[in-house]
């Protein structure tokens, strides 16, 4: 039996522009980088809760440059805070 291991991911904090539709539904724009460099969100594919280590949130599969991404909102669940959360995509662990 081959084993597969799985990369090791590390969470990249990154800058989303976001619209918000009259239900309160919030859908990303754009996702701009640490580098500056910013990409247009061309389509989200599907949106569903995601586990994440230590909060909730939740899982954007989105359409970037033509291709599948995932983009991650992580929630802070802090009553009467300023932030609501913060977005970030994985990347492996480089070794």
């Known amino acids: 039996m081959r084993v597969i291991k799985c990369p090791q991911m590390e969470k990249i904090y990154v800058k989303v522009n ?3 539709d009259s239900t309160g539904y919030m859908q990303p724009k754009s ?3 640490n580098d500056g460099r910013t990409f247009a969100i061309e ?3 599907d949106f569903r809760p995601a586990e994440l280590t230590g909060h909730s ?5 989105v359409v970037i440059q033509g291709q599948e991404k995932h983009l991650f909102f992580e929630r802070t669940d802090r009553l009467f805070s300023a932030r609501l959360g913060r977005w970030f995509v994985e990347r492996p662990v480089s070794t």
Request: charged letters at 20%; glycine letters at 8%.
């Open 31 to 33: 996702i701009t980088l």
């Open 57 to 61: 949130g939740d899982c954007y599969t």
């Open 18 to 20: 976001s619209d918000f």
């Open 43 to 45: 389509q989200v594919k």
